[in-house]
């Protein structure tokens, strides 16, 4: 079913207007989730610690925030064991990365990684200022070059929209969230009896909503991550001009890897999907033919798109360096 709707977006082109409304929905829907997070935070604090409350939960928030997350180098390097790709390994690539982020207005080029992995998989990491992307080898085996380099802007909108500092956000006004309410939930039961008798006890709906506002943070963080995804697929039609390039990327790689969450989805209840991180993929795809005019005519070779690196397989075969990095690297 989704390498059929992938093969239907290969016969659409990008239709600035549609892409516009897209990347404008999606931004809204993202402000409006990150409000309601913080004012569920802020509302919990409150509740349990009045005034003061509230002042401790935004000050915990804003030094959490000011801390320096961990470098995407060493989150890569020692997580997942990655290994830095230079330009002598693979020029193609990372002229490539450097070309989308020349297009997405990044002030450095994000520094590349190689996982070594054969999962299908490509994670952005760090900030405008010090981006990082990495790659696993499964992916760069499975992808043709159109592909890849969808996938590769789909990670650059990622930096280019700052997620890692939405996300952290939402991270911190959810555990800010749990951490309130778990303390007002203990306080309640032990001066339960007290309440009791002295008739001072908070009205039924305020305790319902104390002990609802984790579970509801949570799913809130969690609409938040794939309202992301959709704003970083957005984008990276934006910095290609190429829908069907992303759209066949997913097709693919959930025809070879397959998606857990999907089969468990089709086994269980709809507000499974509640719980995702990432939109399913039918999702994903009928959002950028959103983006999408169909056209009689065929679209130009694919050979000649924004970028078309040469497949990564066939990388400066004579130069050593290369070699050397495809035998130990992929």
Do not use: C, K
């Not at 900030?127 to 085996?141: D, Y």
């Not at 309410?181 to 001072?200: K, R």
């Not at 506002?213 to 697929?233: F, M």
């Not at 999907?262 to 209840?269: F, H, I, Q, S, W």
């Amino acid at each position: 079913m989704w390498a059929e709707r992938a093969r239907g977006a290969a016969t659409l082109r990008l239709d600035p207007v549609a892409l516009a409304q897209q990347r404008l929905l999606n931004r809204l829907h993202s402000a409006l989730i990150l409000l309601t997070l913080v004012g569920l935070a802020g509302w919990t604090g409150l509740l349990v610690g009045g005034a003061e409350g509230l002042a401790f939960g935004a000050g915990i928030a804003l030094a959490f925030l000011l801390l320096d997350p961990m470098p995407g180098d060493l989150l890569f390097r020692h997580a997942f064991g990655a290994v830095r790709l230079s330009s002598a390994q693979a020029p193609d690539l990372v002229a490539l990365t450097a070309a989308l982020a020349r297009r997405a207005g990044l002030p450095h080029p994000p520094r590349l990684y190689l996982i070594p992995s054969p999962i299908l998989q490509a994670m952005a990491a760090g900030s405008r200022e010090a981006p990082v992307i990495a790659v696993t080898s499964g992916l760069l085996q499975a992808l043709p070059r159109r592909e890849l380099a969808a996938v590769l802007a789909h990670e650059t909108a990622h930096i280019r929209h700052g997620d890692l500092l939405v996300l952290r956000l939402a991270t911190t006004a959810a555990s800010l969230t749990r951490g309130m309410a778990g303390i007002g939930a203990l306080v309640l039961l032990a001066f339960l009896p007290v309440l009791w008798a002295t008739e001072a006890m908070p009205a039924p709906l305020a305790v319902v909503l104390l002990l609802a506002a984790p579970l509801l943070s949570d799913v809130l963080a969690l609409s938040l991550s794939r309202r992301r995804e959709l704003l970083a697929d957005a984008g990276a039609v934006e910095l290609t001009g190429d829908v069907a390039a992303l759209a066949e990327a997913l097709a693919r790689i959930w025809r070879l890897q397959g998606d857990d969450w999907e089969r468990l989805a089709a086994r269980g209840p709809r507000w499974l999907s509640w719980l995702r991180t990432h939109p399913t993929v039918e999702d994903r795809i009928a959002a950028l033919r959103g983006m999408a005019r169909p056209v009689r005519a065929a679209l130009p070779d694919p050979d000649r798109v924004m970028i078309a690196p040469r497949e990564l397989w066939a990388l400066g075969s004579h130069h050593p360096a290369q070699r050397l990095a495809r035998r130990w690297l992929l």
